[in-house]
């Protein structure tokens, strides 16, 4: 009777033991399938430095009027020290003004000042691009 017991008992804590490492296993695939949510990479026009591309699905419109996008830069040649930059930025469509809110990392800089281009044809070709696009 007491060897029936332990193994009632024995059986029922590896299926419990099986049950909760499958559970953490499906949970932890769609974690990861849910924060590679797929992009929609539209480009501006190449330049002597690189590429740059936003994503369209990423676009945000924030209370103040201005537009919150994901972005890609890769340059035209990748070493260790030139790999392709991801930066969230937003857009003042009005005074086609920009600021980087994060750079490659999950944290925002919502205190980053806005910035003119410059010239900058690839920034420039997003800003136009961005500010084009309907709700």
Avoid at 2 to 30: A, C, D, E, H, P
Avoid at 99 to 112: G, H, K, P, Y
Wanted: charged share 25%.
């Amino acid at each position: 009777m007491i060897q029936t017991k332990n193994n009632w008992l024995s059986i029922f804590l590896r299926n419990i033991l099986v049950l909760f490492v499958s559970i953490i296993f499906f949970f932890g695939i769609s974690i990861k399938e849910s924060d590679a949510l797929p992009h929609d990479w539209v480009g501006v026009p190449k330049t002597t430095y690189g590429e740059q591309l936003w994503d369209r699905k990423s676009i945000k419109r924030n209370e103040d009027g201005s537009v919150r996008v994901l972005s890609k830069f890769i340059p035209k040649t990748n070493s260790e020290i030139t790999q392709d930059i991801i930066y969230t930025m937003e857009i003042n469509c009005f005074e086609k003004a920009f600021r980087d809110v994060s750079v490659s990392t999950d944290e925002l800089n919502n205190f980053a000042d806005w910035r003119d281009p410059n010239g900058d044809q690839l920034i420039l070709g997003v800003i136009g691009q961005v500010c084009r696009v309907e709700d």
